[in-house]
Structure formats: C-alpha cells, structure tokens
C-alpha cells in the first residue's frame, strides 16, 4: 500500500510541470515569444521579446534578421508604463539572430523604443506572468497533506497501532488522489489572468470595436522619383475619430504594407514602424514616376483584421508604361488557366532552404490588375518542412480578368520575390 502511494506521488512529480501551461492574453502569451516584423532603414527585421517567467528579472530582446543592410546598430530603450522606469541597451542588427537582455522590474504595459538609422519606432506591450492558480495550490496542499499524514502512518505502524495507522494511510491516500486528480485536470480548468494582464475587455469591445478611418499621406506630399519619402498611415477610430492605438501582431507584424506601382513593376512588402500613438510610417524609395497604391494590413484588438488602402503619386520624369516582370516557370499554377470562384493551387519552387517568415513557409500577394481587389494568401505547410513540390499556395481568384502576383519566401540568403501574372476565366469558359 504504502508502495503504490508512493509510486502515484513520484508520478505526480513528473506530471506537475506540464500541469503548469502558459495562460494566453492577446498581444503577449505567458513563456511565448512576442514578435514584430520592422522595416528599419532598409533592412528587414523581426523584434523578438522573449515570454519571461520572473520579474523582477531579465527580458531577453533581439532581432532576427531577414533582409541584411549590412550591420545595423539599434539602441534600445526600455520604459515601464507604469512607474515610468527605464533601461537602456543595444544590439547591432545583422546576419543570424542578436540577442540581449534588459531588466524588468515590473509586470503590466510597457515600451521599448528602437533608435537605428535615423529612425525611431516605439512597441507597446505587456510584460505578463503567471500568478499561479489556485489548482496549482492544491496540488501542492494535496501532496503536503499526504505526506504529512503518510509520516504520521508509518510512526503509528511502528509504535504497532494498525487500526490508527490505516486510518492514516486512507488519509494520506486522500490527499494524493486530490492531488492526482487536478494534476490530470489542470490544463481544462479555468485559472486567472496572468499578472500584468490588461483589463477585462468590455462586453462593447468584445464585440468587435469600430472600424479604422485610414488617412495616408506621403513627406513631402509628392515625393521625387529616386528620392527617399515617408509614407505616413494615421489610423483614426471610427466612432470618435481618436488615434488608434490597440493594433494586435498578427502574422508576426502591427502592420503589413503592400506597396506597387500602377503597373506592378514596383513591389514592396513592408512593416511600419510605430512613431505614435495610432501613427504607422515606413521610409520608402520608388524609382520610377507614376501612380503607387498602399495597401495597408492591420487587426485591431477583439475585432478582424482590416485593410486601409490609398493611392499618391512620385514625381519626375514620367517613366514609359511598362508590364510587370513575368519570371515563366518560376511559378506553377493548376489549372494552368484557373476559373473565377474556384480554388488554383500556385506552386513556386524556392531557390534555397526556406526559412520561416512572418511565422509562415510562404506568402502570396495578389493584385487585380487595375489595383482594386488586393488579397494575401498564406502557403501551409507547417513552418519548415516544405514539400517536394516547393511552395504550395490553394486560392480561388473572385472574378475573372489579369492578376499580378508576388510569392514572397525567406531563405539564409534574404527574402525572395517571384513576381508574376496569372489570367483568370470565368465560369462560362469552361
Ligand atoms: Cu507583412
């Protein structure tokens, strides 16, 4: 008897760690990694914030990096909302991932500033941990009870009063059952949020907050071809025209930004920087003069995701109509000629060991080619283990008419872009 207890007691030692999950909270996961793609002065960066267990204590912050502009210095300044405490670091930007680590002293909303290259973006989030449930309690109080009890057994046997001591016994036996029993359950009750949560969204919010007033706006207001410009998304609250300022990362950024040309020759796949409250701005260059559109990406909290989307034109020398570049081969679809309505598969054969990026193998941006319908399609197979076939990406174009495409991939050696057009039937044709 006393045996089989104690075989269920070292059995509840090994199951105890994986009782103890990670509780979600949006934006920031409890032990998860919180990570923001950044376009800074041309390089391609995602910001990780390592998931943290112990504050105060050390947060490990780096940048992983996915398209080199040589090596790229970033200060770092890290403020805690709360009591407007701040540390300072830095990490040089470049090839592989760079990691550092800066001390938290509080859990709940805070700021990390990143300072490169003459620019400057500023990341909300919340440093969070687990409060440690009540069930973990007892648990803990379960086991303790039982041991104490179990003690008490073996000293009674010993002092040769075996009515007491199975009394005892049964007790202990109660105890490690409790135990057991929450061990087993644990991951299926209901626990508190982690400390440093934010309040509780509304009943208002949780039904999906107002949609996003986008005002886009390029500095200076008509940039120069080959000239560096700012493009400036102000996003407004629908409902009382305030800055909005509750994006959630979704698909590893706050915001993705599509950028082409009229023509489609120019393509840019983007991630904002936060320069304010409700204020996205990404440094761009467009070389040729013409009409551009930004398509904007973004979710706010409790609500879908949205897409603001907004012409501007470049100035200078108007530049030749031209097509946009048509690698054959280099995509793959099926039907070779796929019908509005109904799902093509796009398969792009990558030129290298695929990386995954914006916590996926693959991306796909399809545009119409007048520019009006703009959609993202996502490759997925599971990050890493891509198929023989390449990339493979499943989609049903709306209607029938000419698409530019872009499969977008990340390999060791930076990110890959395929461009190229796909003609669309329509259901008659058939
Ligand atoms: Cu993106």
Redesign the pocket.
Known sequence: MIRALCLVLGLSAVLLPAGAGPAAAHNVVVGADLRI?QTFAGAELTLVIKGTEQVPGPLRIGVETYQAAGELPIALELRSVADGRTVTGRLTAGPGDRYTRLRVETTGPHELTLRAGGEVAVVPFRVLVDRGSMWELLIYGGLFAAGVVLVGGLLTGALSRPGRAALLVAGAAAGVTVAAMVVILEPRLPTGPPDGAAPTATDQQQAGRPYVQGRVTTLPERPAAGEEFTLRIDLLDGSTGSPVDDLTAH?E?LA?VVVTSEDGRYFR?V?SLRTAPGRLEIRLRADRAGRYRAYTEFEREDSGGQLVSADFTVGGEAASPGTAEVRSGAAVTRPAVPVAGRAATIEVRPTGAVRPW?GMAG?LIVRSADGEFFGHVHEMSPAGRVSAQGLRFTYAFPTAGRYLAWAQYATSGGIVTVPFTVEVTGESAR
Request: net charge neutral; aromatic share 0%.
């Open positions: 793609a698909h950024a993705h796949h991630h914006l991306h």
